[in-house]
């Protein structure tokens, strides 16, 4: 996970957070940076130097999207999870201070609508995911972040147990 480079675009299967909700995942693969013009409650594609919003004088808004793998009726499943710069920092930061965002899952909360809308990321308080499920989650199929890809639910059935074993129907903790 690279949180420094600005490519890509698009959008499809994306998790939604409602105010005061949190969600716990594991964030995986690229990480896609763009930036967006919000105008009457419609996104639009800021195009550079010949973006027509730009020129008008709307300013645009960094964004960036990752595939975050979390738990629905019992199967892990890739999501996309979009946010914008202080997010992008938050998890820069926690990268920087150590935190392996491939291995540790992290708990995005949000507070608030609109404008007043404000996201918290932490790493879970469970810790590094066990060698034998992050093994099973890789095995996920992701979405790609420019046009939806079909997804293959799995089954995962223990996150952070740190034994080996792998017994079927424990519950998943997050």
Same mark, same amino acid.
Request: aromatic share 8%.
């Given at each position: 996970?690279?949180?420094?480079?600005?490519?890509? /675009?698009?959008?499809?299967?994306?998790?939604?957070?409602?105010? @005061?909700?949190?969600?716990?995942?594991?964030?995986?693969?690229? !990480?896609?940076?763009?930036?967006?013009?919000?105008?009457? &409650?419609?996104?639009?594609p800021c195009?550079?130097?010949?973006?027509?919003?730009?020129? %008008?004088?709307?300013?645009?808004?960094?964004?960036?999207?990752? /595939?975050?793998?979390?738990?629905? /009726?019992? +199967?892990?499943?890739?999501?996309?999870?979009? @946010?914008?710069?202080?997010?992008?920092? %938050?998890?820069?930061?926690?990268?920087? /201070?150590?935190?392996?965002?491939?291995?540790? $899952?992290?708990?995005?909360?949000?507070q608030g609508?609109?404008? +007043?809308?404000?996201?918290?990321?932490?790493?879970? $308080?469970?810790?590094?995911?066990? $060698?034998?499920a992050l093994? %099973?989650?890789?095995?996920? &199929?992701?979405?790609?972040?420019?046009?939806? !890809?079909?997804?293959? $639910?799995?089954?995962?059935?223990?996150?952070?147990?740190?034994?080996?074993?792998?017994?079927?129907?424990?519950?998943?903790?997050?």
């Amino acid at each position: 996970m690279d949180f420094t480079k600005e490519l890509g /675009n698009g959008d499809t299967n994306f998790i939604k957070i409602a105010s @005061g909700a949190s969600i716990t995942g594991l964030l995986t693969g690229d !990480v896609r940076t763009f930036h967006q013009h919000t105008i009457n &409650k419609s996104f639009f594609p800021c195009m550079g130097n010949t973006c027509q919003y730009c020129q %008008q004088g709307d300013k645009k808004q960094f964004k960036f999207k990752i /595939n975050i793998l979390v738990t629905e /009726n019992g +199967a892990m499943i890739a999501k996309i999870f979009q @946010g914008g710069w202080k997010v992008y920092q %938050q998890l820069g930061a926690l990268q920087k /201070n150590g935190f392996d965002l491939t291995q540790i $899952p992290v708990v995005i909360q949000r507070q608030g609508t609109g404008m +007043a809308t404000v996201y918290t990321v932490m790493p879970s $308080p469970k810790g590094a995911i066990n $060698p034998k499920a992050l093994e %099973q989650m890789r095995a996920v &199929k992701l979405l790609a972040l420019e046009k939806e !890809v079909e997804q293959t $639910p799995r089954t995962v059935t223990s996150l952070h147990d740190q034994s080996d074993s792998f017994e079927d129907g424990e519950e998943i903790p997050f």
